[in-house]
């Protein structure tokens, strides 16, 4: 099993930044492709980005590239998104998840664990 916690969510005003975390225990090595979804209020869960653990290679959803960046700590088993120039269409509950090899990175019912879901809400 993999425990996935996302921390770091908050209250920002529009063009502030928010570091979001997501530290993973459990059966951690099984683990290869990670990534960040979001659900704004009244609408469908949809893909932020994702990080393959092993080979590093990044993806973004076209409204955040070039304001979010994804990254990891391998020693510490923690997934990060520093978010940048945030806006209010930013604002959504942040979940954290864990596939394997044969996940597609951008889809999320390839995604075998989630976190519960941190919320970042974005002022103007």
């Known amino acids: 099993q993999v425990q996935l916690v996302e921390s770091g969510g908050g209250l920002v005003q529009a063009g502030g930044s928010l570091r979001l975390s997501c530290a993973a225990s459990?059966?951690?090595?099984?683990?290869?492709?990670m990534g960040w979804f979001r659900q704004p209020p009244g609408k469908e869960r949809e893909f932020v980005a994702a990080?393959?653990?092993?080979?590093?290679?990044?993806n973004y959803a076209d409204s955040v590239r070039g304001r979010f960046t994804i990254s990891r700590d391998n020693a510490k088993n923690t997934l990060y998104l520093q978010m940048n120039s945030l806006e209010p269409e930013d604002t959504a509950v942040y979940y954290c998840?864990?596939?394997?090899?044969?996940?597609?990175?951008?889809?999320?019912?390839?995604?075998?664990?989630w976190g519960q879901g941190t919320q970042v809400t974005v002022s103007s």
């Open positions: 459990g059966r951690t090595f099984s683990n290869y492709q």
């Open positions: 998840a864990a596939g394997t090899i044969a996940t597609m990175p951008k889809s999320n019912s390839g995604y075998r664990y």
């Open positions: 990080l393959g653990w092993i080979t590093n290679k990044s």
